[in-house]
């Protein structure tokens, strides 16, 4: 009996969360749930999950955690609670990093970033985190419950969870054309089909990301040809639905001259800039201490008091930019080589970002099939 308690134990040492997630991942597996009042609870979590990416990430994580440590009571996430442990922690190292390199629904780091979800209360029915759709409120707590009590469906759970991400992921993936024009664009043709997409009235969350990855992508290439630039990096986009609360970020875009920060873009395109936003601006700029700071919208409030930008500009010493994106955009347009090249790789880039809807990337695909 010993023996086996020692084998056992060499068992769950050698255990790794990431190869187990990753294994299941790479294959085809099929689950056949009995129990057919919980296979309802699943199915009536699957249309929740693009827009539910927390409930989503932390079952995953509660499922591989109780495979690995069967004796932990899962609903007990934070380690604040008696004998709880550390979800968030778990995730952060062995889910979220997981689902990302497989392009599949996660939150920017770990689903308990989602303020529903980080509340220091027990995954029991009397949780009282404010999770707004019921419907998958009860099916989050209700799964919960059943993997506490049976241990033994965690790997179907997982496996199940797992597959309906890959129908998220491959119905996102739409294959954008690349555009067939023989001359290049005109700095104006580019501004307006911008305005199409951007502007266009979306039932969906996330079309902000697309001005950003536009501006990304003008500075990646900026930075290609002009002097000043060359010896600067462009820091990679990051998650866009990260608050500010919880970003490491000093702003959308980042500009490097090795680890010093040179330049911050925030793209506040459909926000009125005004004060506020200038003094939220301020202590970003505190934090993050960049030579430059832009805010980049459409909209001004005609009250903005620009002794403000003159006070920070005194008071900390960095330049304080506000303008009109599309300016922006056109100037730089102009000091660009190939306008069909920006065109074809803003195309790349709205076919492979997971954050954008398909309403988004159809959109594009229709815009640019159009021209």
């Not at 462009?234 to 639905?241: A, E, M, N, Q, Y």
């Not at 506020?276 to 202590?283: C, D, F, K, P, V």
Request: overall charge positive.
């Amino acid at each position: 009996m010993i023996q086996w308690k020692i084998l056992f134990s060499m068992i769950i040492s050698s255990f790794s969360p990431t190869k187990y997630l990753q294994e299941i991942i790479d294959n085809s597996y099929s689950t056949n749930f009995k129990d057919k009042d919980f296979l309802k609870l699943l199915n009536d979590l699957n249309p929740k999950i693009e827009n539910q990416k927390g409930i989503y990430t932390v079952l995953i994580t509660l499922s591989l955690y109780k495979i690995q440590n069967p004796k932990q009571d899962i609903r007990y996430h934070k380690i604040e609670l008696k004998n709880g442990f550390s979800g968030r922690s778990y995730d952060t190292k062995n889910i979220t990093p997981v689902l990302k390199k497989n392009l599949l629904p996660s939150m920017s780091e770990s689903g308990w970033l989602t303020r529903s979800l980080e509340q220091a209360y027990p995954y029991d029915f009397n949780y009282k985190g404010k999770i707004q759709d019921e419907t998958a409120k009860n099916s989050f707590l209700n799964i919960i419950d059943k993997i506490q009590k049976k241990p033994n469906i965690c790997r179907d759970v997982l496996i199940h969870l797992i597959n309906e991400g890959k129908k998220i992921k491959l119905k996102n993936f739409v294959e954008i054309k690349k555009i067939k024009k023989n001359n290049k664009f005109t700095v104006s043709e580019i501004i307006n089909i911008l305005k199409e997409v951007f502007f266009k009235k979306y039932n969906a969350s996330g079309a902000s990301k697309l001005p950003v990855i536009f501006f990304h992508l003008i500075l990646e290439n900026y930075i290609k040809d002009m002097g000043r630039y060359r010896n600067y990096t462009i820091k990679p986009l990051g998650s866009h639905t990260t608050s500010d609360r919880t970003s490491k970020s000093s702003g959308d875009i980042e500009i490097y001259e090795k680890s010093l920060l040179i330049e911050s873009y925030e793209i506040k395109m459909g926000h009125t800039i005004n004060t506020h936003l200038i003094n939220r601006a301020y202590e970003k700029i505190k934090k993050f201490n960049p030579n430059r700071y832009f805010i980049l919208s459409t909209d001004f409030d005609e009250k903005i008091k620009f002794e403000i930008i003159s006070k920070i500009r005194n008071d900390h010493g960095c330049e304080l930019i506000v303008g009109d994106y599309f300016e922006f955009v056109e100037k730089y347009l102009i000091l660009l080589n190939n306008l069909n090249t920006i065109i074809d790789e803003f195309s790349k880039k709205i076919s492979s970002d997971k954050e954008l809807k398909i309403i988004h990337k159809n959109t594009w695909n229709e815009i640019i099939q159009t021209l």
